[in-house]
């Protein structure tokens, strides 16, 4: 079984920084694709920004420019690095991450979510 524990999120006002953390435990062999979503209240999850199972780096068009993906593979975690930020970002942010377990089977799982709120 694998756990996801996020971390970083809290009050900042606009325009200012988050680091978002989400580091997975269990027994991992290996992480395909990772990824970010977030949903605000009344609204659907929605990505916002993955790393897929080639490398490839996908943003939503709202944070293109403003929010960088980045994972670091020897203490498998992720990071989303979140600046400029504003008001419609307050959402929860929850992390994925799909891989392969030591035993060879596939798996997916979430983190908890934390809270980002951009408020003045």
């Known amino acids: 079984q694998v756990q996801l524990v996020e971390s970083g999120g809290g009050l900042v006002q606009p325009g200012g920084s988050l680091r978002l953390s989400c580091a997975a435990s269990g027994s991992i062999f290996s992480i395909t694709a990772t990824g970010w979503y977030r949903q605000a209240p009344g609204k659907q999850r929605e990505l916002v920004a993955a790393?897929?199972?080639?490398?490839?780096?996908n943003y939503a068009d709202s944070v293109q420019g403003r929010f960088t993906i980045s994972r670091d593979n020897a203490k498998n975690t992720i990071y989303l690095l979140m600046n400029s930020l504003k008001p419609e970002d307050t959402a929860v942010y929850y992390c994925?991450?799909?891989?392969?377990?030591?035993?060879?089977?596939?798996?997916?799982?979430w983190g908890q979510g934390t809270q980002v709120t951009v408020s003045s």
């Open positions: 994925n991450v799909e891989g392969y377990t030591s035993s060879g089977r596939p798996f997916g799982s």
């Open positions: 790393i897929t199972n080639v490398g490839r780096l």
